[in-house]
């Protein structure tokens, strides 16, 4: 019963380059989540998915994209990496907002963009 | 919108003893969830409690426990017995059942650090 799996874990990034941060979960949920944490800034939501198909942004889209072309996976691409996208970012997952369960988070992935 | 406001950015206590975490919120719902998460050095976000806005009671799970105060809007998690293991960031968060797209998020408060001394 692995929940939510990020990959990576770590991620150092160069000015300009891009990259593709995975995210499965094998618990059949239909709500898939990205957020980034910021020191003292709690966590912000960036894209989320209801559903395989259907993705909508968040509070802090710019300078992301997400897809979602089944129900386990939301990876999040990030295009032309800014240092103001040095974050930890989670990917979680829940049931439909109507159950009070939470969400169930990833590990994290701690990117930084130099 | 919902705001979710946790104003210590800090807290310590001696193990074995009790400490409050406070957070308060402002929404025009009255039905709702709120939740608190751990944090602990490991990056692992934990569920440590959840409460349904229309039960009066408050909820308990083991030495966690809130004080749900519908009318103040404020929403305050009470660990007993502190251990070392309790040591870790503490975000309250609110979400509104039911919602579409984005109203189905979580709102975090920007959370507090917790400290338990040995």
């Known amino acids: 019963n692995a929940g939510v799996t990020q990959t990576p874990k770590f991620r150092i990034l160069k000015i300009g380059q891009s990259m593709t941060l995975q995210c499965t979960q094998d618990?059949?949920?239909?709500?898939m989540y990205w957020y980034r944490q910021d020191p003292g800034m709690g966590l912000k939501l960036i894209y989320y998915?209801?559903?395989?198909?259907?993705?909508d942004k968040g509070e802090v889209p710019n300078g992301y994209n997400v897809s979602r072309s089944t129900t386990e996976d939301f990876p999040l691409r990030l295009e032309l990496a800014a240092p103001s996208q040095t974050s930890v970012y989670f990917c979680?997952?829940?049931?439909?907002?109507?159950?009070?369960?939470?969400?169930?988070f990833g590990s994290g992935t701690r990117l930084t963009v130099v | 919108a919902q705001t979710v406001t946790q104003s210590q950015p800090e807290m310590s206590v001696q193990e074995a003893e009790t400490v409050t975490l406070s957070c308060t919120y402002d929404?025009?719902?009255?039905?709702?969830?709120l939740f608190w998460y751990k944090q602990p050095p490991s990056r692992q976000m934990i569920l440590v409690i959840r409460?349904?806005?229309?039960?009066?009671q408050n909820a308990t799970e083991n030495r966690f426990s809130v004080n749900f105060q519908k009318a103040a809007k404020s929403f305050s998690l009470k660990i007993s017995d502190s251990q070392l293991g309790d040591t870790a960031m503490y975000f309250c968060?609110?979400?509104?059942?039911?919602?579409?797209?984005?109203?189905?998020?979580?709102?975090f408060g920007k959370g507090i650090t917790l400290s338990v001394r040995p």
């Open positions: 968060a609110f979400m509104k059942p039911g919602g579409i797209g984005a109203n189905s998020k979580l709102t």
């Open positions: 979680a997952s829940s049931y439909p907002p109507d159950r009070v369960h939470g969400y169930t």
């Open positions: 929404t025009s719902e009255s039905n709702y969830y």
């Open positions: 618990m059949n949920h239909n709500y």
């Open positions: 998915s209801v559903g395989a198909g259907i993705t």
């Open positions: 409460q349904e806005a229309y039960k009066q």
